[in-house]
């Protein structure tokens, strides 16, 4: 089975969405085999599953302990392709880590480029200034790549990443820009620069937060979290960017918390005491993802997140399950 790029990402109606999730349903419950006996597992046949409320979701927890890669042309994702193209989690050790092993990385480059283009514009509008000390500071961040290439595009010579030299990147912040600034960084990295801003951002400032405390902060919930760095910078509103390793597509928030998806892109909820049962509308719940650009290694993950699902899609991260492991995926402490 081959899906185009053209497939993924011009899907223009629910209908389409559905036919594409279910094709590539059956196409990794046949070629991807850690999905495949996880199905097998659950005793489920894939010909039996015809919508895709049925599908169920793979536990993000086998992207630790397993290779989750859908077979392409027949056989496995070449080595070569593995070796040069493998996305980590920082996980809490060295050996408490995801990968993404990705056969084609231009489906993660087409993904993030449309996304980012889709809520945003195009990247050269931009300059885009990047706060990302914990994933700098290690190898396979799917996110610096994702960056890295965004910052290319914009073109502008103040463009770029910063690690500890935030005395600069304050000054920088201060300085009027003829374009829109973007200001994207690991939420902890954004408290400290915060107290070198003290409110005197430069306008047309866009602040996005990602990647959580990661350890180096006491927790806040995402209210105190944003009243704190709107009085910082001097924005109305802070948005966000929730990614993870195991996804080539990211979903942004651009105010209260709320994210919203690209068109390839699905998330529901569910119980959190059965998880092959949804949530109610509204309600807190385990949340999953359809990522239809994972065509390669698994589209369907039940994440550790906790999350509300509202009637038009959009969803609201609230926090993990308990004895959940610390990672880069934008997270704050349930109230």
């Given at each position: 089975m081959e899906i185009k790029a053209a497939d993924l990402f011009n899907i223009d109606s629910e209908r389409r969405f559905n036919e594409l999730a279910l094709d590539i349903f059956r196409y990794q419950a046949a070629k991807n085999e850690v999905y495949s006996e996880y199905l097998k597992g659950l005793r489920l046949k894939a010909e039996e599953i015809d919508s895709v409320a049925q599908i169920p979701f793979l536990p993000i927890g086998f992207f630790k302990t397993h290779k989750v890669c859908t077979k392409y042309n027949g056989s496995a994702s070449s080595p070569q392709v593995l070796q040069s193209t493998i996305f980590t989690s920082s996980g809490t050790s060295g050996d408490d880590t995801s990968k993404h092993y990705v056969h084609d990385i231009s489906l993660y480059e087409e993904s993030f480029r449309k996304g980012f283009e889709l809520f945003y514009g195009k990247p050269k509008e931009y300059r885009i200034l990047a706060l990302l000390p914990s994933y700098l500071e290690r190898e396979g961040s799917s996110l610096v790549y994702m960056l890295n290439d965004l910052i290319k595009q914009s073109a502008d010579p103040e463009s770029g990443f910063y690690l500890h030299n935030l005395d600069e990147l304050a000054e920088k912040l201060k300085q009027k820009s003829k374009k829109k600034t973007l200001l994207l960084g690991v939420t902890y990295a954004l408290l400290d620069l915060a107290e070198k801003i003290k409110g005197n951002g430069s306008e047309n400032l866009i602040?996005?937060?990602?990647?959580?405390?990661?350890?180096?902060?006491?927790?806040?919930?995402?209210?105190?979290?944003?009243?704190?760095?709107?009085?910082?910078?001097?924005?109305?509103?802070?948005?966000?960017?929730y990614g993870m390793t195991e996804l080539l597509s990211q979903a942004y928030s651009k105010?209260?918390?709320?994210?919203?998806?690209?068109?390839?892109?699905?998330?529901?909820?569910?119980?959190?005491?059965?998880?092959f049962s949804a949530a109610a509308e509204g309600k807190t719940g385990g949340i999953n993802v359809i990522d239809l650009a994972?065509?390669?290694?698994?589209?369907?993950?039940?994440?550790?997140?906790?999350?509300?699902?509202?009637?038009?899609?959009?969803?609201?991260?609230?926090?993990?399950?308990?004895?959940?492991?610390?990672?880069?995926?934008?997270?704050?402490?349930?109230?």
């Open positions: 602040v996005m937060e990602t990647g959580g405390m990661k350890g180096k902060r006491k927790e806040m919930v995402r209210e105190e979290l944003h009243e704190t760095l709107c009085a910082s910078y001097g924005v109305k509103k802070i948005h966000s960017e105010s209260d918390g709320i994210f919203n998806c690209p068109p390839w892109m699905k998330v529901s909820a569910r119980d959190v005491n059965d998880p994972n065509v390669h290694s698994c589209s369907f993950i039940a994440t550790q997140d906790l999350g509300k699902v509202y009637a038009d899609g959009s969803v609201e991260i609230l926090g993990r399950f308990d004895n959940s492991d610390l990672r880069g995926c934008n997270l704050m402490s349930l109230s």
